[in-house]
């Protein structure tokens, strides 16, 4: 990853995880769950739900300028720029970074058969999903979309391609979206890489993409964000999240800066060690933050060393 991210303070608007997922047509034994007349895995749903919640969550923060304000975007960016270290802390995002670890936010996600005509196109799938958003605050939005899938098998490999599109309904605007699925399986690993875009209209979009690989022990997923206005990149900013084992890393990329962020758990107490990348890949000690939990269930991350 050598892009130009603008990272982190956005995390705090889209304050969502793949989280616990409700929906009428799954339940937590199920394997497979028919929407629009596809079967897709209880697991490719949540996150294609997770996936479309945080692009809509990112919309929502663009929509409101004083939020991109108050968290410090523009000026986390400039101030990384110019010191060796942020004067905007990494307490702003742990809370974000230590629940995609858990995946502990909840999203609820309630799935219907529909007949929903919308420039002259019927639809027969309405999905409603609410989640609470970065300033504590409940959101619900609606998809209204048709799906369809493939398969092409390949000696032991299967790949499966499924695609939605219809509209977002947020806040009384609808905005078309298109949302691709590809799916490799073969016997020891898979890949997952997923696509979701939100038309905005004037050649203004966002766009998110990410891509899922387990092998063995090993899990590793990444996210990439991007808004573009009027045809101009504004926005763009990536996480990537690698699980082996008990072992859990963010690895983040800020400005050409490489991050990784590693939640350890020490004498009782949990740890966050951050770590800065240099041009050979290794990465030096750079801060330490502990989780403190107060009685009243408040959390506070506090810069230790």
């Not at 004083?66 to 702003?92: A, C, G, I, M, Y």
């Not at 905005?175 to 890489?193: A, I, K, L, P, R």
């Not at 763009?236 to 084992?245: A, C, F, L, R, W």
């Given at each position: 990853m050598k892009k130009t991210l603008f990272i982190l303070s956005v995390l705090s608007m889209v304050g969502l995880g793949v989280g616990v997922l409700t929906s009428c047509d799954a339940t937590t034994t199920d394997q497979k769950t028919n929407i629009g007349g596809v079967e897709v895995?209880?697991?490719?749903?949540?996150?294609?739900?997770?996936?479309?919640?945080?692009?809509?969550?990112?919309?929502?923060?663009?929509?409101?300028?004083?939020?991109?304000?108050?968290?410090?975007?523009?000026?986390?960016?400039?101030?990384?720029?110019?010191?060796?270290?942020?004067?905007?802390?990494?307490?702003?995002?742990?809370?974000?970074?230590?629940?995609?670890?858990?995946?502990?936010?909840?999203?609820?996600?309630?799935?219907?058969?529909?007949?929903?005509?919308?420039?002259?196109?019927?639809?027969s799938v309405k999905e409603t999903i609410s989640y609470t958003d970065f300033a504590n605050e409940q959101v619900t939005y609606s998809l209204i979309y048709n799906t369809r899938s493939h398969e092409e098998r390949d000696d032991d490999e299967l790949e499966t391609y499924t695609l939605m599109e219809g509209?977002?309904?947020?806040?009384?605007?609808?905005?078309?979206?298109?949302?691709?699925?590809?799916?490799?399986?073969?016997?020891?690993?898979?890949?997952?890489?997923?696509?979701?875009?939100?038309?905005?209209?004037?050649?203004?979009?966002?766009?998110?993409?990410?891509?899922?690989?387990?092998?063995?022990?090993?899990?590793?997923?990444?996210?990439?964000?991007?808004?573009?206005?009027?045809?101009?990149?504004?926005?763009?900013?990536?996480?990537?999240?690698?699980?082996?084992?008990?072992?859990?890393?963010?690895e983040i990329e800020l400005n050409d800066k490489e991050f990784e962020v590693s939640r350890i758990t020490r004498d009782g107490k949990t740890l966050f060690a951050i770590k800065l990348g240099d041009d050979d890949g290794h990465y030096r000690d750079y801060l330490t933050y502990e989780k403190v939990i107060a009685e009243d269930g408040t959390v506070t991350y506090t810069q230790i060393k």
């Open positions: 895995s209880v697991e490719s749903k949540k996150e294609n739900t997770f996936q479309a919640t945080t692009s809509v969550s990112l919309l929502n923060s663009i929509s409101q300028p004083e939020v991109l304000k108050s968290h410090h975007l523009v000026k986390f960016s400039r101030d990384f720029r110019q010191n060796d270290k942020p004067t905007t802390d990494f307490t702003q995002v742990l809370p974000q970074l230590d629940l995609m670890m858990d995946n502990g936010f909840n999203i609820s996600s309630k799935v219907e058969e529909v007949e929903t005509e919308i420039d002259g196109k019927t639809y509209y977002v309904l947020l806040n009384e605007n609808q905005y078309s979206f298109t949302s691709v699925m590809v799916s490799e399986e073969e016997w020891d690993e898979s890949e997952v890489e997923r696509s979701f875009r939100i038309n905005l209209g004037n050649n203004s979009y966002v766009f998110v993409e990410s891509s899922k690989e387990n092998e063995g022990r090993e899990n590793e997923e990444e996210y990439e964000y991007t808004y573009v206005e009027n045809g101009r990149k504004v926005i763009e900013y990536s996480i990537e999240i690698e699980k082996e084992g008990f072992k859990d890393d963010i």
